[in-house]
Structures are given as structure tokens and as C-alpha cells.
């Protein structure tokens, strides 16, 4: 079972929606501040959101309250509620626990594509 697998990601117009998973499968899921990321083609990976163990979220500037990042700690499972995309969101997204040493092993990510 791969480690972290990101699903959810999908073609979406501008304004439209999506909510995108990470199950991970370390037994440890709860004990870790989890963060999405995201990544454009040719660029840097960046932070999206991030949420602790105490459920305590932060989000990037550019987020301006569109997205809402979320836990289930029974299922091991990241979620990241998208709305009111834009094309600038366009790309692919990834999920880590970024405190743990080392960080979990990357997923394939979920493409994202905002598009009219």
C-alpha cells in the first residue's frame, strides 16, 4: 500500500468546486500536522494549508478563504475542500506531514485543472 495516494482532482470551471483526498497509510496519521501543497509545471512545490493535531488550520494568502482543509483521523484521511476555483489554480496537488523525519514518501498527486 503506497503511503500517501491524493485523489479527487479532476477539469473544473472557474467558480466550480472539488474536494480532494489523501488517504495515508502510516498508523500515526493522528500524531502529525498534516499540509497540502501544490505544484506547477516547471515550478516550486508550495504550501496550501495546513492543519495540526488539534485541528488548528492555517492557509497560504492566496487561499482568501475559498479552500478548507480538514482531517479524519479514524480513516487516516486529508481532505481540501476548493471552491470558487480559478485558473491560477491549476495544478498538481500533494499532501505530506511536514514535521515527520523523514517526510512521508510523495504521492502521485491530483491533477488539477481550472478551465473554461
Known amino acids: 500500500q503506497a503511503p500517501v495516494v491524493e485523489s479527487g482532482g479532476g477539469l473544473v470551471q472557474p467558480g466550480g468546486s472539488l474536494r480532494l483526498s489523501c488517504a495515508v497509510s502510516?498508523?500515526?496519521?493522528?500524531?502529525?500536522?498534516m499540509r497540502w501543497y501544490r505544484q506547477v509545471l516547471g515550478g516550486q512545490r508550495e504550501m496550501v494549508a495546513n492543519?495540526?493535531?488539534?485541528?488548528?488550520?492555517a492557509y497560504a494568502p492566496f487561499v482568501k478563504g475559498r479552500f478548507t482543509i480538514s482531517r479524519d483521523n479514524a480513516e487516516r484521511t486529508l481532505y481540501l475542500q476548493m471552491n470558487s476555483l480559478e485558473p491560477e489554480d491549476t495544478a498538481t496537488y500533494y499532501c505530506?506531514?511536514?514535521?515527520?523525519?523523514?517526510?512521508?514518501?510523495w504521492g502521485q498527486g491530483t491533477q488539477v485543472t481550472v478551465s473554461s
Open positions: 505530506n506531514a511536514p514535521f515527520r523525519r523523514p517526510l512521508l514518501q
Open positions: 502510516d498508523s500515526m496519521f493522528s500524531t502529525y500536522s
Open positions: 492543519i495540526d493535531v488539534r485541528d488548528v488550520t
